[in-house]
């Protein structure tokens, strides 16, 4: 019989829809690439505690999540900066302006999605859906997420983080 799933890291959203896929595909080890796929979606990279948690809710060892998620290239494990900032690009933040406050971080910090600034403060990635779409557009610093932001609102917290 398979074991009680485990409990999600924290209140965020975001694992109600990873839990809801692994749901869908039957909490089977043979999810795995696709629900890494759901998590790094959802979180913009995977980190260990994600890996951790995928991992036990499939039934499938450590080693492996850790050793499918460093295989293939598509997988972004913890970015290098010592600050994330993951910009939503699911529809409603795209219709409410993410591709704004991409342009402007890019143009700002020099750094497109998936890089880091040269100095290694912030890493840039994008995100399918936060599970926070009436807030869209939606950032979320490090794991603080915020909502409803100008370009300008995202540079003034990226220079306090
Ligand atoms: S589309 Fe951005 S939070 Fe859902």
Redesign the pocket.
Known sequence: MRQASPKAPSDDKRWRMIDARIRRLGSSPDALIEVLHTAQEAFGYLDPETLAYVGAALGVPPSRTYGVATFYSHFTLKPQGKHTCVV???????I?G?RGIIKRISQDLNIGPGETTEDKRISLLT????????????VVFDDDVQ?KLSPDDVMTHLEQL
Request: net charge positive.
């Open positions: 939503c690009t699911g529809t409603a933040c795209y409410g993410a995100a399918r859906c936060i599970g926070a779409c009436s807030l869209a557009p939606a909502g």
